[in-house]
């Protein structure tokens, strides 16, 4: 047991939410700071991408226009698989390297934004591969650092982190972007990102012995294309969680397809009743107040419910919660479909994917090797996230052109899509299972 002696003030006040150790809260706290300004700098950008586009397209041009986000995420992993071969023994680089590619990109936003190039689509792309491609590699970043014990205790305060810098980010947009436009919104964005690479070296600096990770890179593990889709297809437990954020990401874009269309009837309601705004502000304004209510909860969840449902219930057990919210919210949306049950369907379904369902899915990277840290999870977490984005943009295009499906019947195809999601889940539980008995017997061993 922690003596509460030799915790520090820092150290006490984090054991509100989980339980730590001393030693364990300067680097934990820097990381937490790190992913507090990575998701601040992203929802900065979010309201506004929704706003350019929706007022320009509509909401299948949206589905659509995710999916071109896979294609790019293909071309782009060859240039990842050499960048991880290359620092291969110094993967902190890896991060910085791949952060320092993303910012060179807003600033040639920034640039043909200030000579009024439209940017609505390309920015729409590029905002999502951004979201998939930084966020996995300080994931990986992390799951490189802790080892699984540690991991799953302290995920948790870092994942606070996210979700606070998600909550304020969005609502700071929301109040200024009428001041400063996208383009004073990115120049921002730009030293946030910056920022984070500096606040990464010290972290991982100050990590107690106690909590490193002691996976190992498998030399022999391919590295080229398609050496990390090799690896995903060749690891049961690597291919169920590909198949898991597939079916996650598919359920989810489906669902906001579902919410963007409303949202575009909805704005367009308002203004033929008299609304002096346009459908461009009154989209966007509904947006960052969507985004806002999620990322409250998202923080409630984060901080007072995902330690306690680790402790009590189990990383694996944790799985289990958002396949059976969708399941139950999309059948309630099969028999009322109406706007106001669809946006608090949408509420808690991102809330809970945001927090609890977030964390879990990369505290299930914690007791894999290094490669699959880096290489498995980053493909997973971009390119298999995306593809899921793909396959719902080829549904919504036969569900709207061929079929004409309504509202009901895409919430019904995700209600059955959640069942087999719970399926996948139940594979991934069996395997962490061997796997994180296997990792903390070898961590057991290295301290010893």
Known sequence: ??????????????????????????????????????????????????????????????????????????????????????????????????????????????????AEIKLGIPFFIWLGVFNVMVVAQFWAFCADLYNVESGQRLFVIIAAGASLGALLGANFSKQVINYTGPLGLMLLAIALLCLTIVIGLIASKKLPSHDRSHSKLVKDQ???????????????????????????????????????????????????????????????AFYGDFYTWVNLFS?????????????????????????????????????????SIIRLVKILENSVDYSIQTTTRHALFLPVTTAAKYEGKTVIDTFFWRFGDMIQAAVIFAGTQWL???????????????????????????????????SQQKDEISIQ
């Open 1 to 114: 047991m922690v003596l509460e002696k030799n915790l520090t003030l820092l150290e006490k006040a984090l054991r509100l939410f989980t339980r730590i150790k001393p030693g364990e809260g300067k680097a934990v706290l820097l990381l937490m700071v790190q992913a507090f300004i990575l998701l601040f700098a992203y929802y900065l950008l979010k309201p506004a991408r929704e706003s350019l586009l929706l007022s320009e397209n509509s909401a299948e041009i949206r589905s659509y226009a995710v999916a071109f986000q896979a294609l790019l995420l293909l071309l782009l992993m060859p240039a990842y698989n050499v960048l991880f071969r290359h620092f291969r023994n110094d993967r902190t680089r890896i991060y910085i390297w791949v952060t320092l590619f993303f910012v060179s990109n807003l600033l040639l936003f920034y640039i043909l934004g200030t």
């Open 222 to 284: 391919s590295i080229w294309i398609p050496g990390s889709f090799r690896l995903v297809f060749s690891d049961r437990y690597l291919l169920l969680i590909a198949a898991f954020v597939v079916l996650l990401n598919w359920i989810n874009s489906t669902g906001e397809f579902i919410l963007a269309k409303m949202v575009v009837v909805y704005a367009e309601g308002l203004i033929a009743a008299g609304s002096e705004l346009s459908k461009g502000n009154i989209i966007g």
């Open 299 to 339: 923080l409630l969840f984060q901080l007072f419910l995902v330690s306690r449902i680790y402790k009590y219930l189990g990383v694996r057990a944790a799985l289990f919660i958002l396949p059976v919210i969708a399941f139950i919210g999309y059948g309630l949306i099969v028999f009322i479909p109406i706007f």
């Open 404 to 438: 004409a499906m309504e509202v009901y019947q895409f919430a019904m195809l995700n209600m059955l899509l959640a069942l087999v999601w719970i399926w996948v889940v139940i594979g991934i539980a069996r395997e962490h299972k061997k796997l994180s008995n296997n």
